[in-house]
């Protein structure tokens, strides 16, 4: 073999590889951008959710009801059902009891499936109360549809 032929496939061969890691260093950052992006998103949603509800137990309190568990798991189910639709899975806990189910995305991951899971207390006087918030970051699932 000559030295040039030497010569060209050594350059191919770092070319090739430094190629390749360039594009998984650049794969790498794109993933990490979009966790980031869906972490935010996540955590407005949450917040979002927290404080309506917040804003929902203090309109009950001020027209002079009594917050029961009841009234307090009634509120949760009408977000609940509500974000259900959009793929998001609410859990309301008071004091470690779980007052509404998880509604939305599965609580058991599998591997074919990646969610984010968040939790917070509400503000005073409702500290008492958590939110677990759960939706599904999987792409959208494409199904195949049977043409008659």
């Given amino acids: 073999m000559r030295f040039w032929h030497k010569i060209l496939l050594s350059v191919l061969a770092f070319f090739i590889v430094a190629l390749d890691v360039s594009v998984i260093m650049i794969m790498k950052k794109s993933w990490q951008l ?12 949450q917040l979002l959710i927290a404080n309506n509800i917040y804003e929902n137990l203090e309109s009950i309190q001020t027209r002079g009801a009594t917050l029961t568990s009841t009234l ?3 509120v949760a189910q009408s977000y609940g059902e509500f974000y259900h639709k959009q793929g998001i899975g609410l859990q309301l806990w008071e004091n470690d009891q ?4 998880n509604a939305g995305v ?27 918030y759960q939706r599904d970051i999987n792409g959208p699932s494409v199904k195949a549809t049977k043409l008659t």
């Fill in 34 to 45: 979009n966790m980031d992006s869906e972490m935010q998103r996540a955590s407005s949603e």
């Fill in 106 to 132: 599965p609580s058991v991951s599998t591997p074919e499936s990646h969610s984010i899971q968040l939790s917070t207390e509400l503000p005073a006087p409702y500290q008492a109360l958590t939110i677990v």
């Fill in 98 to 101: 779980l007052v509404y189910p």
């Fill in 72 to 74: 307090i798991s009634s």
